[in-house]
C-alpha cells in the first residue's frame, strides 16, 4: 500500500509540473548556470528497518561571472534560503523522530527545493521556488512561490506597488470576473461547483509579474482540497489598466504591444552537469552539482 501511495505521487506531481510548466522567459539564451547542493542521512530503526532523510537545494550560481546584469541582486535574495539548508541538520532531527515517535518509522523522506528565473519584463524579473518532498503520511507535497524583483532596485515587488492606492475593490472583482470565465462558471454561480471550500472569492498572495499579464497561483489546500491539485489563472493586464501606475513599474504596459515580448515557447535544451563528491564536517558524504544549461 505504502509503494502504490508514492507511486500515486509521483504521477500526480509529474501531471502537476506539467500543467504548470507555461514557460514566460526563454532562459536558455541566458545559459544560466545552476548549483545543487544534496545530502542524505540514514539510521537503522530499532526494528531493524532504516529510516532515510534526504535534502537538495537548487539555486541559480549567482557568482557566475556570465550572470546578467538584471540579477545583479540575486545574492542577497538567495542567501537566506542557502542558511537555512545548512542550518537543517538530518542527523539531529533524524535521530530525534526517532527517538520522539512511539511506533516504528522508516522508509525514504526528502525535501527538495529549487529556485529558478521564472519570468521577466521591462522592469521586473520573476523567481519561482518549487519545493516537493515526502515525510510520511499519506501523499507527499508540491509547491510553488513567486518572488517579484525590480530590476532598477533589486527591492522585491508587493501586488500594492503595482496600482493606485483604492485598488482592492476594483481589483477583486475583476479578478474573480476573469476567474470564474477562466473555470467557465457563470457569473453568480457558486465557487463550490469548481471545489472551493468557501462561496468567497480570495485573491491569491502569490503572484507573478509576466508579460500577459498577472498570473495568481493557489497551492493545495488554499482554497481546495489536495486532489484538487493546483489553480491558477493570468489576469490580463488590459483587462486592470484602470488601476495600474503609468508612472509605476507595471508602465511597460502603456507601450504599444510590439515594444516588450519576453515571453517564449519552451526549446529543445541539453544540460551539462559537473558532479563531485566530499566529506562534509559531519563525516557524511555530501554531493554538488554545477549546471550550465545549453539551448539546442
Not at 493545495?220 to 484602470?242: D, N, Q, V
Request: aromatic share 14%; hydrophobic share 30%.
Amino acid at each position: 500500500m505504502h509503494d502504490l501511495l508514492k507511486r500515486l505521487f509521483v504521477l500526480y506531481f509529474t501531471f502537476t509540473c506539467i500543467n504548470a510548466s507555461e514557460v514566460f522567459i526563454d532562459t536558455t539564451k541566458l545559459n544560466l548556470a545552476h548549483i545543487t547542493l544534496s545530502y542524505q542521512y540514514c539510521k537503522n530503526t530499532k526494528t531493524n528497518n532504516t529510516l532515510c532523510k534526504s535534502k537538495e537545494l537548487s539555486y541559480i550560481d549567482y557568482d557566475d561571472r556570465d550572470l546578467p546584469k538584471f540579477l545583479k541582486g540575486l545574492e542577497s535574495h538567495l542567501s537566506p534560503l542557502l542558511t537555512q539548508y545548512k542550518n537543517n541538520d538530518l542527523k539531529s532531527s533524524t535521530l530525534a523522530d526517532l527517538n520522539d515517535f512511539s511506533g516504528d518509522i522508516s522508509g525514504e523522506w526528502s525535501d527538495k527545493k529549487s529556485i529558478t528565473l521564472f519570468a521577466k519584463t521591462p522592469s521586473t524579473y520573476t523567481l519561482s521556488t518549487t519545493s516537493s518532498g515526502y515525510s510520511g503520511g499519506a501523499h507527499g507535497y508540491y509547491a510553488m512561490e513567486f518572488e517579484n524583483f525590480s530590476i532598477e532596485t533589486q527591492k522585491e515587488i508587493k501586488l500594492s506597488d503595482l496600482f493606485y492606492n483604492d485598488f482592492n475593490t476594483t481589483l477583486h472583482n475583476i479578478a474573480q470576473d476573469i476567474y470564474k470565465k477562466t473555470y467557465r462558471l457563470k457569473t453568480k454561480q457558486s465557487l463550490h461547483d469548481d471545489g472551493w471550500f468557501e462561496n468567497k472569492f480570495v485573491l491569491a498572495e502569490n503572484f507573478a509579474i509576466t508579460s500577459k499579464g498577472l498570473l495568481f497561483y493557489y497551492n493545495s489546500y488554499e482554497i481546495k482540497p489536495y486532489s484538487a491539485g493546483h489553480t491558477r489563472f493570468m489576469l490580463p493586464y488590459h483587462k486592470i489598466k484602470s488601476i495600474i501606475k503609468p508612472e509605476g513599474i507595471l508602465g511597460f504596459v502603456f507601450q504599444k504591444s510590439n515594444d516588450f515580448n519576453v515571453s517564449s515557447h519552451a526549446k529543445d535544451v541539453t544540460t551539462v552537469t559537473l558532479s563531485y563528491a566530499y566529506i562534509g564536517v559531519t563525516g557524511q558524504q555530501d554531493f554538488k552539482n554545477h549546471s550550465v544549461y545549453i539551448g539546442l
